[in-house]
């Protein structure tokens, strides 16, 4: 069971790029790490998955090193409607998804 | 994308009855599906895994008498919440993992607000 740890909480400001490590000791080789984002009274919306290496799309860059412990979340330029709860999560259809539990997840806030 | 939908959106309800809660893929299939429960400033911990075809499998500490679930087709899981009290009052989530385009991802609905006076 691959647990996560998380900053509780990070703060920026409008503009800047804000970073999120997870770690992630316990990865199983079949997994992949997902990011997630979460708003007050809304379901978690997909962010950015990866498996090795870097993974870019449209809103967020995810850097995993080679020994896949650990991953970091990049959200470019954030505004205030980046403002929420950011959860790290690991696992894998092939295993059944090894339960695919959440940790406390990262609160960020952006400011002015 | 994948999309996930969840009916009531919100639900107010007296103690002691039952209240039922739809979670739909739209657009895909999903023989899997999974039930979370999250409690204000809390994260969300999972309550059981539905599986199409067969019984749910609960976590521990989860009554599965309380919290039925019924996987009834490919696009459908229903969670029953039995006899509610107001400590099950809380925001009710179910997931779905994608495609096989997206087959490592997982999808989750909007959620549902439960209220029990």
């Known amino acids: 069971l691959a647990k996560t740890t998380q900053p509780i909480s990070m703060d920026s400001y409008e503009g800047q790029e804000v970073n999120i490590t997870c770690s992630h000791n316990n990865i199983a080789t079949n997994d992949y790490i997902t990011w997630y984002q979460q708003f007050p009274s809304q379901g978690p919306r997909f962010i950015i998955q990866?498996?090795?290496t870097k993974v870019t799309n449209e809103v967020a860059s995810l850097f995993i090193p080679a020994d896949r412990k650990s991953s970091t979340l990049s959200l470019p330029r954030v505004s205030l409607s980046d403002t929420a709860v950011y959860y790290c999560?690991?696992?894998?259809?092939?295993?059944?998804?090894?339960?695919?539990?959440f940790g406390a997840g990262t609160q960020v806030v952006v400011t002015p | 994308g994948a999309v996930v939908s969840q009916h009531p959106s919100w639900v107010i309800c007296k103690s002691g009855t039952s209240v039922k809660i739809e979670c739909r893929s739209l657009?895909?299939?999903?023989?899997?599906m999974f039930w979370y429960r999250q409690f204000p400033k809390q994260s969300l911990m999972l309550m059981a895994t539905s599986n199409e075809g067969s019984k749910a499998t609960y976590e521990q500490g989860v009554e599965k008498d309380k919290f039925l679930i019924n996987h009834a087709s490919l696009t459908l899981s229903t969670l029953t919440v039995t006899s509610a009290h107001p400590e099950d009052s809380s925001f009710y989530i179910c997931s779905a993992p994608g495609d096989s385009l997206t087959q490592e991802t997982q999808y989750f609905g909007p959620g549902t607000r439960l209220l029990v006076l």
């Open positions: 999560l690991v696992g894998a259809r092939t295993d059944s998804w090894g339960k695919f539990q």
């Open positions: 657009d895909f299939q999903a023989t899997t």
């Open positions: 990866g498996y090795k």
